[in-house]
Each structure stands twice: as C-alpha cells, then as structure tokens.
C-alpha cells in the first residue's frame, strides 16, 4: 500500500511557475512509475506527465511539453513537478499516481494507487 500526499498548489498569474511535490509512504517507491493527471472542472482527467522507476524517462502530453518538468527523488521518496510559463488552461486540480508496471503509462486506468489532489489555478 503507497500513500501519495500532493503540496504546492496555488493561485498564480499567467506565465508564473508552480512547483508540485508529491510525498510517498512506504520503503519500495523506487519501484513505481510515478505520475502527474489533472482534472479542470467539467472535463475528463488527463494525463499530464510520467516519470520512470529511476528517472531515466520521462513523458508529456504535448500541451505541457517544454513547459513543465517531472523529476523524482527516490531518496527522498517525493516525485516533482515543475511547472513553467502557466497557461489559464491549466487551471486544474493535480494528481500525483503511483504505477506498478515497468513502463510508464498515459492512461489513468494503469495507476494503482492516487494522492487527493492539490488545486493549481492561474489568473489570466
């Protein structure tokens, strides 16, 4: 059993930065694939960006590619997101998941385990 705790949503103007951490319980996150999803009001989760078991690869949807980052520590048991250059679109709530399977996945069905969410609103 993994617990996932989000932290450093908030409110921020467009073109500003955000940096979400994502806090896992347990000795064996090392052997996770980790996430990043997000859920705008009214729409669908989505996949944002995942990350590999030691870091080594990393995936983006195309609507935050060379904006954001997913990094890990596996050290410190925390996934990262660094998120550059806000868009208003993505105004969302951000989910950290937690993967058993070896190679990253985009769909949210894969995730075996989910943090509660953190709110990211940017102001136009």
């Known amino acids: 059993q993994v617990q996932l705790i989000e932290s450093g949503g908030g409110l921020v103007q467009a073109g500003g930065s955000l940096r979400l951490s994502c806090a896992a319980s347990?000795?064996?996150?090392?052997?996770?694939?980790m996430g990043w999803f997000r859920q705008a009001p009214g729409k669908e989760r989505e996949f944002v960006a995942a990350?590999?078991?030691?870091?080594?690869?990393?995936y983006y949807t195309d609507a935050v590619e060379g904006r954001f980052t997913i990094s890990r520590d596996n050290a410190r048991n925390t996934v990262y997101l660094q998120m550059n250059s806000l868009k208003p679109e993505d105004t969302a709530v951000y989910y950290c998941?937690?993967?058993?399977?070896?190679?990253?996945?985009?769909?949210?069905?894969?995730?075996?385990?989910w943090g509660q969410g953190t709110q990211v609103t940017v102001s136009s």
């Open positions: 990350i590999s078991r030691n870091g080594g690869a990393t």
């Open positions: 998941a937690a993967d058993r399977s070896v190679v990253p996945q985009r769909r949210s069905y894969a995730y075996d385990y």
């Open positions: 347990g000795p064996t996150f090392s052997s996770y694939v």
